[in-house]
């Protein structure tokens, strides 16, 4: 189970940083490396929040 969930989300990470970077002309986004970097890690603190709320109330 760890290595499945480590090579899905490898692959997605892979493709989304691509997604962010690439050439609007080859279907990306265009944004510099270090914009792509902040969003992927306010979007996982976002996703981890998230989770942390989910747990709280199924807990409660």
Known sequence: ?????????????TD???FLTSAVSK???AIGTGTASIICLLL???FVLISQQKNSKISQ
């Open 27 to 29: 279907g990306g986004l």
């Open 1 to 13: 189970m760890y290595w499945t969930a480590i090579l899905f989300s490898n692959s997605l990470g």
């Open 16 to 18: 989304f940083g691509d």
């Open 44 to 46: 996982m603190i976002t």
